[in-house]
């Protein structure tokens, strides 16, 4: 590893010191007329040694983007990260980090609970053929069975 900085945040992070499952915030950007946007590292599977399936990836997205707005306005963007080991999530002005787990809870609780994958279909999805109802719900279960770990992000 290099001692030079990287653009990109995560690039910086030494992945063989984190042990998921956590959530941490990534990086707070602040706009032009004062907005800021809180990026979360939301580690479901532990670097270089698990990654998720991604048709349960890819539902899992669906799910959390469609869901997590039924409980704030303050979500930007929910992404999955290259290396399916997690998910970035974006909030708009929303500096509280508790209740951004609490939003993250509520939202895979949700998801325990779906009977359908949103948007899951040729219309409205570029792949729909790859997707995993019961593949997202387990990760989300996996990740909800360590709730009490999220706030630890090294071993």
Same mark, same amino acid.
């Given at each position: ?11 910086? =992070? ?5 042990? $998921?499952?956590?959530?941490?915030? $990534? ?36 799910? =959390? $983007? ?69 593949? $997202? ?19």
């Amino acid at each position: 590893m290099t001692d030079k900085q990287m653009n990109v945040e995560s690039f910086n =992070l030494d992945h063989t010191k984190v042990k $998921a499952p956590y959530v941490r915030l $990534a990086g707070v950007k602040a706009g032009q007329h004062g907005d800021e946007i809180y990026k979360y590292d939301m580690r479901i599977c532990q670097p270089n040694k698990a990654h998720m399936d991604m048709p349960a990836l890819h539902s899992l997205e669906h799910l =959390l $983007a469609e869901l997590s707005r039924n409980h704030t306005d303050k979500v930007v963007d929910i992404s999955p990260m290259g290396c399916q080991t997690g998910f970035y999530v974006s909030l708009i002005n929303h500096d509280d980090y508790d209740d951004a787990l609490n939003l993250l809870e509520k939202t895979l609780n949700d998801v325990l609970e779906a009977e359908e994958v949103p948007a899951c279909n040729e219309m409205q999805c570029g792949w729909a053929a790859s997707h995993s109802l019961e593949g $997202a719900k387990e990760i989300a279960r996996g990740f909800l069975a360590g709730r009490n770990e999220w706030k630890n992000v090294f071993a």
